[in-house]
């Protein structure tokens, strides 16, 4: 399995510009997820999804837009990039069950994005 | 709201010394905490859980924590530490409330940077 995996690794966006950062698993994980990291801030969850069809919003949800056509993908889109959003953004998958909801997170390697 | 605290921005420590990093949290309810750690340029990995039982929890490469209800606590420990084990560790905890699509989010604490020096 490859797990959960990220493109690009790295982008540089100037402000204004739009994109969309990849993540796909390989494992049939329902929930998926992703976060940013800042430096001090920690990770902080952006938008997450528990299937096909279903997302919800995080913490910080501002600016990003997602969505979940099938199990494997979950697409993040900038649509206007702003500095701010200069962050180091990690994609995550999980099983799910309704029954204990307690289960941990893969992570993907991360894309690192800077927006001038 | 959930959350969790590390109080310290880094840690360092001799190897083959014992390392402790440190986590509190705010819960209401009963808490599910999670160890994640983040070695350079990679994706976190995740150490271990606790969500009931025994205090104490052993997890991947020799790593355990201690859930301490009276204080509030789960602290990462091992009993000797090794250069390798340098990295960004983060404590973890489950949200109180499922978001509107019916399951959990997870809030992540800021991170703590340990040093473990040869």
């Known amino acids: 399995n490859a797990g959960v995996t990220q493109t690009p690794k790295f982008q540089v966006l100037k402000t204004g510009q739009s994109m969309t950062l990849q993540c796909a698993q390989d494992m049939n994980h329902e929930y998926m997820s992703w976060y940013r990291q800042d430096p001090g801030m920690g990770l902080r969850l952006i938008h997450y999804s528990v299937g096909a069809g279903i997302t919800d919003q995080g913490e910080v949800p501002n600016g990003y837009n997602v969505s979940r056509s099938t199990t494997e993908d979950f697409p993040l889109r900038l649509l206007s990039a702003a500095p701010s959003q200069t962050s180091v953004y990690f994609c995550a998958s999980s099983y799910l069950t309704y029954q204990t909801d307690i289960y941990e997170q893969y992570f993907g390697p991360g894309t690192r994005l800077t927006v001038t | 709201a959930q959350s969790v605290a590390q109080p310290e921005d880094q840690v360092n420590v001799a190897e083959g010394n014992p390392l402790t990093v440190k986590c509190t949290y705010s819960v209401s309810g009963n808490p599910y905490l999670f160890w994640y750690v983040q070695y350079p340029n990679r994706g976190l990995q995740f150490l271990l859980k606790y969500i009931t039982g025994d205090n104490l929890v052993k997890g991947s490469y020799g790593f355990e924590a201690e859930f301490n209800k009276s204080q509030t606590s789960f602290h990462l420990k091992k009993p000797s530490a090794l250069v390798s084990d340098s990295a960004l560790y983060f404590c973890?905890?489950?949200?109180?409330?499922?978001?509107?699509?019916?399951?959990?989010?997870?809030?992540f604490g800021t991170g703590t940077r340990l040093k473990v020096l040869a």
């Open positions: 973890a905890v489950r949200d109180k409330d499922r978001g509107a699509s019916g399951t959990y989010k997870y809030i």
